[in-house]
């Protein structure tokens, strides 16, 4: 301790001397509190030598007097360990889907049964009639029931979403038929 506080080639000598002596006895009492907390393993050794460098400052700053430098070393690895653990529990994981929304927006086959789905639905609109095509598709394309009213001339807001809801069952009734299997 004299030694590290001393600073220079002292602290050098006396730093390396407790690195060697303490790194493997505190590597195993390390990876001994980790082994059931998956996935930080690999963490221990870069957490273990970030641990040393803080106990050196806080030896050269006077903030260790007795006892052993092992479990203040040790001691402090855990603090970090547990510090790391809070933050990385904290930390949401998010996939990134769009290379593979990418891949299925491009490929030959998405695009040949999208056009499939798209020629089925045109022909079970039109065999519904103009009225219920024109109310549906108003209704997809995110316009109110008042102007889907106003658009076809019709009563009222109730009366556009009494002709939506008839219009949007016999499109199911015709699309569950067997001729509109998509």
């Known amino acids: 301790m004299r030694e590290i506080r001393k600073g220079g080639a002292a602290l050098e000598r006396a730093t390396d001397g407790l690195y060697r002596t303490y790194r493997d006895p505190a590597l195993t009492k390390v990876k001994?509190?980790?082994?059931?907390?998956a996935g930080i393993e690999d963490d221990a050794v870069d957490v273990l030598q970030?641990?040393?460098?803080v106990m050196v400052d806080k030896i050269k700053d006077g903030g260790y007097n007795e006892g052993s430098l092992l479990h203040f070393w040790i001691g402090i690895t855990r603090g970090l360990l547990r510090n790391k653990l809070k933050r990385d529990a904290r930390t949401d994981l998010i996939e990134d889907n769009s290379k593979y929304d990418q891949a299925d927006f491009e490929s030959p086959e998405y695009l040949l049964l999208g056009d499939e789905k798209r020629q089925m639905?045109?022909?079970?609109l039109s065999n519904l009639g103009e009225r219920c095509k024109k109310v549906l598709l108003m209704w997809a394309g995110g316009y109110s029931m008042e102007e889907i009213a106003k658009a076809l001339e019709l009563s009222s807001e109730a009366m556009a979403r009494k002709t939506k809801y008839k219009c949007k069952n016999q499109l199911m009734e015709l699309l569950d038929s067997t001729d509109f299997d998509l």
């Open 50 to 53: 970030d641990a040393f460098l």
């Open 121 to 124: 639905l045109d022909r079970a």
């Open 32 to 37: 001994s509190y980790l082994r059931f907390r």
